[in-house]
């Protein structure tokens, strides 16, 4: 208790003395505060205020209120340029949003676009392997194709070559059944005066009637007819074409390796140069054998070249006349001219051989011979009636097989068969030993062909003409003759008989 109250007392009097203390700290504080109030009253009082100035000179207000108005305009006008700028930023920025929006939705459309082609793409990639996966397995079946069709071929190939010696030797055969001499008639255009001429045969063509009509004893006319048959008979209608038809099958013969000779036979002016060359002004349709057999000749070679036939023509022209040979192709001055059997080939000495270049070819062949004939002739048309011309075209073919063939085909214009030995003709000694000669070969001519597969000796050597074209006439060579005969010769039975 005691403590209790001393405590309370301590506490009484700490605050006591608190108190005491805070009043005197005010105390002092007031009197600062006097203190202060007081220095300042003196030193108011010893700096008094300057008198104020009482507004601003009226010159200065206008100044400054020009200055503020020009300040004011000229804020206006950036404030202007400043909402100009700022609209056209506005304006060009909604530009630039609608084109981007523009873009964005070309955008859209060119990625949906390229979507859509890749779609396809994949598409076409994924049926281009489908594809490729055909492909390999029909490569395959392909690849056994080609060698099917090689051996096909190799075995085909061989059928052909096997197919054309075929032909070749049935082609002979034929040739040969139907004779490897053969005997034609053309007769020209024309009326004979004595005779007339009838062709009974109109689906063979193999007969020809000579009717001769003359005055008996008694007066009476007596038609007398005279049967001939021969392995073709060609009337005055038969064209340039319907003879070389039938002499075509000989051509082929050259090209299967045979010697053929075609003799042209006849009287003068009875159509031997017609028929085997052609009219003097050619045109195609009237061409005769010699340059239709060189358009054969040329076709067939190229067609054979698929066969592996590779095939050459060389030409030789002469003229036998008075039995002495003449080179139609060569610059013949006083060339003798000597005929060589070596094997199977005739050579002649000295004849310029030309290789034909093709049937174009041939025609100048024939016009350099005819002109040739009618400078070595005195009398030349006397004369080209009066020798024989011989055209010879060897005809050489080699195959890929190793076959080859080597065949000379003879055109021959034979010397006129009227006789002229008869009265005018022996008075002239050259027109004599013209005759003499023409007769002896002709002569010599129709015994070799008669000799011809009759097993008997073939008097080749006594003639020129039979002797240079040995290796032509008998054997498995071709021989036709062909008669020309002209309505109008006086001598008609003649011919035929002789
Ligand atoms: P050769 O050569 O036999 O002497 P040619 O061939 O020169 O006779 O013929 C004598 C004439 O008769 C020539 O003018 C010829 O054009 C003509 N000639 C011959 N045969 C025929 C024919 N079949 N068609 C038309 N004219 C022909
Ligand atoms: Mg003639």
Redesign the pocket.
Known sequence: MHALFSLEKQRNAASQSRERLEREAQLDKMRQLEEEILSQRQYAHAHPPEPRQRGVPFEQVREMRAEHAAELARIKAEHAALLEAANQAKDEANEQILDLRARLMAAESARDSANDALEALRKQMSEIAEQQTSTEANEAALTHQVATLRAENSRLTEQVFAGEQLRRKLHNQVQELRGNVRVYV?V??GHGALASLAYPDTLGHTALEVRSTSESATGNQVTKTYPFTFDHVFG?DASQDDVFTEVSQLVQSVLDGYNTTIF?Y??????????LEG?EVLSAAEQGLIPRAMEMLWDVAARMRSQGWEYSFDAQMVQIYLDNIYDLLGDDGQQKHEIRHEGDRTVVTNVVTVPVEGPAHVHKLLATAKKRRAVAATLMNQRS?RSHSVFMLRVRGRCVTGEACDATLNLV?LA?SERLNTSGSAADPTRLREAQSINRSLSSLADVIGALGGGKHVPYRNSTLTWLLRNSLGGNSKTLMLL?LSPMADHLGETLWQ
């Open positions: 053309r020209r255009p005055p042209a006849g009287q003068t002016g009875s159509g031997k140069t017609h028929t009219p009636s214009d006129g020309a």
